[in-house]
Structures are given as structure tokens and as C-alpha cells.
């Protein structure tokens, strides 16, 4: 007898998938898959659905797969033909009639306590994706020093070089409502172990609700995720998508720092013959680094409004004083490393200090000043 017809309450109307990735898991697919059926069977109180998703296994695994689903109701096996996380995923939520589609690793290590949790924002409209984080200071994890380092490490870099504000993107334990991600899923190009950051990624650049909830997990010691190849393709997925938006807004960025020092030479010329030429450069340097804060801020990184105009004109001068220190510096070391340099060798010093102080600055404006994840530019769009 099923918990509906024990508390009398009306029938499950509201379907939730659920997708278990696979790749030669022929030694815990059927225990892991029994184990959720039955706890969802008994404690779930919306419809739902089991999918296996097997990734081009060379084992048994898709016979066990497709046996457990001969004797389990609401358990459904898929072969996909080559090997990828991402690719499993995308294959079985795009094709979904499900109201929201979800996944967990087929090792469990997620209690499962938390999947009604995950999925009622969703259900309620209250939430566009849902996560569970390891992260979470009221989160109970049991891993060894090696996965925690490389765990942090990895969403410190999501943090600080693409602005992610989710703080956990690795856990094998998240759900979407079905349309957003059918909406998403064309946008994703990564086929593996980074199909659910980009996702994440993509929805906060939209504006979603990411809802995150702490969770009690358990590492597998026999896990048969490579950690290294896995954060490898990680951080290759990270330099990819920062440099697809850096792509778009480099030209501009550019064509301002060219019109910038025109204007600067200009107003040194003029101010040279009202004062010393220090301070000719000086006064000509901090007008021309107003204005190129304004126009990068306006149509470079697309903020408009007066919002936050003042601070990040005392942002962007924070990130043209550290170019410019870097400058300086470089022209320094060439001093002290060759006092006799000759003038081609400054001349080439002078530009690889530039291009490198440019370089930090574009990525200083992008990921702080004017980076629209930070919870104090958000709505200045």
C-alpha cells in the first residue's frame, strides 16, 4: 500500500524525473536504483519517474539496467551511444514530459532526506534550478583532503573569474523545471562533467533563481570519476566560457583604449603649455581614465542608469592605478636588470607592460567593477 492511500491523501498529479547518469556501474546500479525507488515510494509525495542513463557502458550495466527496469514501475532505462555525463542529461531532459527533471549521482552519496526539499521550489514556481551544496556550514560532508581542496578550489575559481554566485557546482544532486531547462539546454555546448556548471552559469546570465539547499553527503571510496582528468575538463570549460564573453567585449574595450589615448596625447599637448609636464600628464592621465570608465561602463559592459556611476569611477580608478603601477614597474625592472638597455628594448618593454597592464585592467572591470553578479550591481542593467 502506497504512503497516498495510507494518509488518504489525493493522488500524485505533479511528475518529477529523475535522471541516474551511468557508465560501467554494473556493481551498484541495481542496489543504488532499488534503494531510491523504494524511498520514493514511500515518502515522495508527488509522481515520479527513474530513468538510467546509460553512457556507452562496457560492461553489464545496461542489462542490469534494463532488467531493473522490467521489475520496477516508474524505472526506464536509455542507451545513449557515447560516453558523457552532459550528453546523458541533455539527451533524456530534452525529451522530458516531466514538470521538472533532476539528477543524482548513482553511488547516492546524497541523503536522500533532502530530494523534497530540492524539488518543492521548483514544483511551487518559486525557484527555476535547484542545487544541493557540500558547502554550506550546516552541511554534514564526510570526504577525504584531496576532493575538499579541489572542490573549493574549483568554485573559488567560478567566484572569482566568472562571477558565479551558486557556491557548490560540482555536487551530483540538482533539478530544474523542465522548461527552463529545455530553453537552456541548446545554449550548453560542454557534453561531460561541466554540462551542470555551464547550465548554472547560463541561468544566473538570464537572471534565474538558483535555489540552494545544504546536504548531508557521503563520499564513495570507490568512486569511478577520474579527479584529475574531471578537473582538468573543469577548468578547460572555465576558460572557455570566460573567453567567449571576454570575445564580445574585447573589440570595444579596444576601440575606447585607442580613442582614450589619443585624448590623453591631445590633452597633454594643450595642458603642456599651462603647466609642468608632470602635471600635464597627471591631470591628462585622471580625465581621460573618467571617461574611459564612463564609455567601457556604458558600451563595453552595458550598465546604464546613474546607479553606481561614482563608485565605479572610484573602482575603475583603483583598477587603472594598479595598471599603471604595473607599468611602472616593468619599465623599472628593465632598469634595474639592464641599466644600459637600449632604446628598441624600452620601447618593447614600455609595450609588454601596457598590453599586460591593459590586460589586467579589462579583467579587473569585467570581473569586479562592473561584473553584474555581484550582489551590489544587480538591476543596474
Given at each position: 500500500?502506497s504512503?497516498?492511500?495510507?494518509?488518504?491523501?489525493p493522488?500524485?498529479?505533479?511528475?518529477?524525473?529523475?535522471?541516474?547518469?551511468?557508465?560501467?556501474?554494473?556493481?551498484?546500479?541495481?542496489?543504488?536504483?532499488?534503494r531510491?525507488?523504494?524511498?520514493?515510494?514511500?515518502?515522495?509525495?508527488?509522481?515520479?519517474?527513474?530513468?538510467?542513463?546509460?553512457?556507452?557502458?562496457?560492461?553489464a550495466?545496461?542489462?542490469?539496467?534494463?532488467?531493473?527496469a522490467?521489475?520496477?514501475?516508474?524505472?526506464?532505462?536509455?542507451?545513449?551511444a557515447?560516453?558523457?555525463?552532459?550528453?546523458?542529461?541533455?539527451?533524456?531532459?530534452?525529451?522530458?514530459?516531466?514538470?521538472?527533471?533532476?539528477?543524482?549521482?548513482?553511488?547516492?552519496s546524497?541523503?536522500?532526506?533532502?530530494?523534497?526539499?530540492?524539488?518543492?521550489p521548483?514544483?511551487?514556481?518559486?525557484s527555476?534550478?535547484?542545487?544541493?551544496?557540500?558547502?554550506?556550514?550546516?552541511a554534514?560532508?564526510?570526504?577525504?583532503?584531496?576532493?575538499e581542496?579541489?572542490?573549493?578550489?574549483?568554485?573559488?575559481?567560478?567566484?572569482s573569474?566568472?562571477?558565479?554566485?551558486?557556491?557548490?557546482?560540482?555536487?551530483?544532486?540538482?533539478?530544474v523545471?523542465?522548461?527552463?531547462?529545455?530553453?537552456l539546454?541548446?545554449?550548453?555546448?560542454d557534453?561531460?562533467w561541466?554540462?551542470?556548471?555551464?547550465?548554472?552559469?547560463?541561468?544566473?546570465?538570464?537572471?534565474?533563481?538558483?535555489?540552494?539547499?545544504?546536504?548531508?553527503?557521503?563520499?564513495?571510496?570507490?568512486?569511478?570519476?577520474?579527479?584529475?582528468?574531471?578537473?582538468?575538463?573543469?577548468?578547460?570549460?572555465?576558460v572557455?566560457?570566460?573567453?567567449?564573453?571576454?570575445?564580445?567585449?574585447?573589440?570595444?574595450?579596444?576601440?575606447?583604449?585607442?580613442?582614450?589615448?589619443?585624448?590623453?596625447?591631445g590633452?597633454?599637448?594643450?595642458?603642456?603649455?599651462?603647466?609642468?609636464?608632470?602635471?600635464?600628464?597627471?591631470l591628462?592621465?585622471?580625465?581621460?581614465?573618467?571617461?574611459?570608465?564612463?564609455?567601457?561602463?556604458?558600451?563595453?559592459?552595458g550598465?546604464?542608469?546613474?546607479?553606481?556611476?561614482?563608485?565605479?569611477?572610484?573602482?575603475?580608478?583603483?583598477?587603472?592605478?594598479?595598471?599603471?603601477?604595473?607599468?611602472?614597474?616593468?619599465?623599472?625592472?628593465?632598469?634595474?636588470?639592464?641599466?644600459?638597455?637600449?632604446?628598441?628594448a624600452?620601447?618593447?618593454?614600455?609595450?609588454?607592460?601596457?598590453?599586460?597592464?591593459?590586460?589586467?585592467?579589462?579583467?579587473?572591470?569585467?570581473?569586479?567593477?562592473?561584473?553584474?553578479?555581484?550582489?551590489i550591481?544587480?538591476g543596474?542593467?
Open positions: 500500500m504512503m497516498n492511500e495510507l494518509t488518504g491523501a493522488p500524485r498529479t505533479r511528475l518529477v524525473e529523475i535522471v541516474i547518469p551511468v557508465h560501467n556501474e554494473q556493481r551498484v546500479l541495481e542496489d543504488s536504483v532499488r531510491l525507488h523504494g524511498y520514493l515510494s514511500a515518502a515522495f509525495p508527488f509522481a515520479f519517474r527513474i530513468t538510467i542513463a546509460d553512457n556507452a557502458s562496457t560492461d550495466t545496461w542489462e542490469v539496467a534494463t532488467r531493473v522490467r521489475d520496477l514501475g516508474d524505472v526506464r532505462a536509455v542507451r545513449i557515447e560516453k558523457g555525463r552532459g550528453r546523458a542529461l541533455r539527451r533524456v531532459w530534452s525529451q522530458s514530459d516531466a514538470d521538472v527533471v533532476a539528477y543524482m549521482d548513482v553511488d547516492l546524497t541523503d536522500l532526506d533532502a530530494f523534497l526539499p530540492l524539488v518543492a521548483l514544483l511551487s514556481g518559486h527555476d534550478l535547484a542545487i544541493g551544496t557540500r558547502l554550506d556550514a550546516s554534514n560532508v564526510v570526504r577525504g583532503p584531496k576532493r581542496v579541489i572542490s573549493r578550489g574549483y568554485n573559488l575559481l567560478l567566484r573569474v566568472l562571477g558565479a554566485r551558486f557556491s557548490d557546482a560540482q555536487c551530483g544532486f540538482k533539478a523545471r523542465a522548461e527552463v531547462a529545455q530553453a539546454l541548446p545554449s550548453v555546448r557534453e561531460e561541466f554540462f551542470d556548471t555551464e547550465l548554472l552559469l547560463l541561468a544566473e546570465r538570464h537572471g534565474l533563481r538558483i535555489h540552494e539547499i545544504p546536504v548531508d553527503w557521503v563520499d564513495d571510496p570507490d568512486s569511478r570519476v577520474d579527479i584529475l582528468k574531471t578537473a582538468l575538463d573543469d577548468l578547460r570549460g572555465v572557455r566560457v570566460a573567453m567567449t564573453g571576454a570575445t564580445r567585449q574585447l573589440p570595444i574595450f579596444a576601440l575606447i583604449g585607442g580613442i582614450s589615448t589619443l585624448a590623453h596625447l590633452l597633454f599637448v594643450a595642458l603642456r603649455q599651462l603647466v609642468p609636464a608632470v602635471a600635464a600628464n597627471a591628462a592621465l585622471f580625465l581621460t581614465a573618467m571617461a574611459n570608465t564612463a564609455a567601457n561602463r556604458r558600451f563595453t559592459f550598465v546604464t542608469g546613474r546607479a553606481g556611476a561614482v563608485r565605479h569611477q572610484l573602482e575603475g580608478g583603483v583598477a587603472f592605478v594598479i595598471g599603471l603601477g604595473l607599468s611602472t614597474g616593468g619599465l623599472a625592472l628593465l632598469d634595474f636588470v639592464a641599466p644600459h638597455a637600449t632604446t628598441l624600452e620601447v618593447g618593454a614600455v609595450v609588454a607592460a601596457n598590453g599586460l597592464a591593459t590586460l589586467v585592467r579589462f579583467l579587473l572591470l569585467r570581473t569586479w567593477v562592473f561584473n553584474l553578479r555581484r550582489p550591481n544587480r543596474l542593467r
